[in-house]
């Protein structure tokens, strides 16, 4: 499905560890990624699946969010101004069609919404990246 290069509107897909960084004003993203995820013609997307991943990760002590995850998720969303890519039947059925190295189901569904969605994936995981399994912008 390859990379996206320097598309004027774009609709991104926040991989979870994207979502985090750019929240927490994290110094990994990377220039072009902070310039399109601050470019107002774009719009910015995130997937239910994050929170779940957020949730395990801090419960695991991997992570440290201000206050309640629930407080956290909607001042990020409404701070971003972050839309819902919601889980349904369609992602449902891509997820079963989604191939990638990864044992990590959140990657796969992070992958199909995507794709149902027609959305790009902005992320640093590697093996997403190199599975070309859906339009990404790298955080490089």
């Keep these: 499905m390859g990379r996206v290069v320097g598309a004027s509107e774009v609709k991104l897909l926040l991989d979870t560890h994207i979502w985090l960084w750019s929240v927490e004003s994290d110094r990994r993203i990377s220039r072009r990624v902070a310039r399109e995820l601050e470019r107002s013609t774009n719009e910015l997307w995130v997937s239910p699946i994050s929170i779940a991943e957020i949730g395990v990760q801090q419960r695991q002590g991997r992570i440290h969010i201000e206050g309640s995850l629930e407080d956290w998720v909607r001042r990020s969303v409404r701070t971003s101004e972050l839309r819902w890519a919601a889980i349904n039947e369609a992602v449902g059925f891509e997820y079963d069609r989604v191939s990638l ?19 790009v994936l902005v992320t640093a995981d590697e093996k997403i990246l190199a599975s070309n399994a859906v339009r990404t912008l790298p955080n490089e």
């Design 101 to 119: 190295t990864t044992a990590d189901p959140a990657d796969r569904w992070l992958v199909a919404t995507a794709r149902i969605y027609g959305l």
